[in-house]
Structure formats: structure tokens, C-alpha cells
């Protein structure tokens, strides 16, 4: 998913994603509709970019040449920018579609749970 933000370059990355299917499906991560579950790896920028998995109505864009169907779950593991630890959250995929990098999804975030908001706001405060 591209950022642009103003002063910065039209190559800002905000995420860097990488993609592939889990081998065991937890219960947290079943996928809607019978579709396949997947694992998405995002290496932050800033650790504030975590941001959008407090915000409902925000969703990030992965490239996935094979994507889920609508509806699956797909479990997202944030990498700290500096210190490489890290959170996983689920999100739902709420469109498939094709950009001019790719095809993908459209991802909008499960709302964290008071232990998974801590561990967040943890992750977003360290250095």
C-alpha cells in the first residue's frame, strides 16, 4: 500500500507486505465461506502507522497474486520499523481487486480487545 505524503517522494511506503498461506488455521483465523486463510507480513514505516488498526473505518491494500475470497480472515503480523518485534492482528477482506501494481485486497482490521489495544500501544511507544 502506497502513502503520499506531502514532502515526500511518490515511492513513500507506508507498508511492505508479503503474503502466504497458512499450513494449520487457528480458530481466531477461520476463513468465511470455506475460502483459504492467510498470513500477511507488514513491515511498518513509523511505528504510528499501527494507527489504522484502531480506526474501523480505515483498510490497507496488500498485493496478493492469489487472493482470499471476500470475507476470509487473514492474519497480519506488524514488524516494528526499528526493532523488528512483533503484534499479530486479524483483519477481513473486504474487496478483491486489481491495481496497476497487481491484484490484492482491500484489508479492514478486526477491533483490538483491551489486552491486543495494550500490547499496540506498547508496540507504537517503543523505540
Do not use: I, Y
Not at 514505516?45 to 488498526?53: C, G, Q, S
Not at 503480523?77 to 473486504?94: F, G, S
Not at 482491500?106 to 489486552?115: I, K, M, N, S, V
Amino acid at each position: 500500500m502506497d502513502r503520499r505524503d506531502e514532502g515526500d517522494g511518490l515511492d513513500a511506503r507506508l507498508w511492505a507486505a508479503e503474503t502466504m498461506p497458512l499450513p494449520q488455521v487457528s480458530d481466531d483465523a477461520r476463513p468465511a465461506a470455506g475460502g483459504q486463510a492467510r498470513a500477511v507480513v507488514m513491515h511498518l514505516e513509523k511505528p504510528a502507522d499501527v494507527a489504522r488498526v484502531f480506526n474501523r473505518n480505515a483498510t490497507v491494500f496488500v498485493l496478493m497474486p492469489d487472493p482470499p475470497r471476500l470475507g476470509t480472515a487473514v492474519e497480519c503480523v506488524l514488524v516494528h520499523p526499528t526493532d523488528h518485534r512483533e503484534v499479530k492482528v486479524m483483519a477481513e477482506v473486504t474487496r478483491v481487486g486489481e491495481t496497476l501494481a497487481g491484484t490484492g485486497v482491500e484489508l479492514r482490521f478486526e477491533t483490538p480487545g483491551p489486552a491486543l489495544r495494550e500490547t499496540l500501544l506498547a508496540f507504537v511507544r517503543a523505540r
